[in-house]
Nanobody
């Protein structure tokens, strides 16, 4: 069964850092992978996306300069390094994968083929 599993979430103080991981049970060699988040009571929103070979990446304006997406296809894992976290970054973070960069870079979560169950990030003092 093909699946994505996120990890690395937790409680962190404002200004702190976390690194999220998205591990796949299948080869990611041809998949674009995106990170999305959903804050309590809000719709999900796109955070970042990386192309299948890692040559292209996009970031939502609210994380530019603070978050970095990367991938290691040999380990079937995509990472999201989150620095200078703010309380408004709190939410459940999901990763999703699709063969087309189009859906990923457009943060169209509903059109992406695979989606994990998420990991909770709480930024609070």
């Amino acid at each position: 069964q093909s699946q994505l599993v996120e990890s690395g979430g937790g409680l962190v103080q404002p200004g702190g850092s976390l690194r999220l991981s998205c591990a796949a049970s299948f080869s990611l060699d041809f998949y674009a992978v995106g990170w999305f988040r959903q804050a309590p009571g809000k719709e999900h929103e796109g955070v970042s996306c990386i192309s299948d070979k890692g040559r292209d990446a996009t970031y939502a304006d609210f994380v530019k300069g603070r978050f970095t997406i990367s991938r290691d296809n040999a380990k079937r894992t995509v990472y999201l390094q989150m620095n200078n976290l703010k309380p408004e970054d709190t939410g459940v973070y999901y990763c999703a994968a699709d063969l087309t960069y189009y859906y990923c870079s457009g943060y169209n979560l509903d059109e992406m083929e695979y989606r994990g169950k998420g990991t909770l990030v709480t930024v609070s003092s």
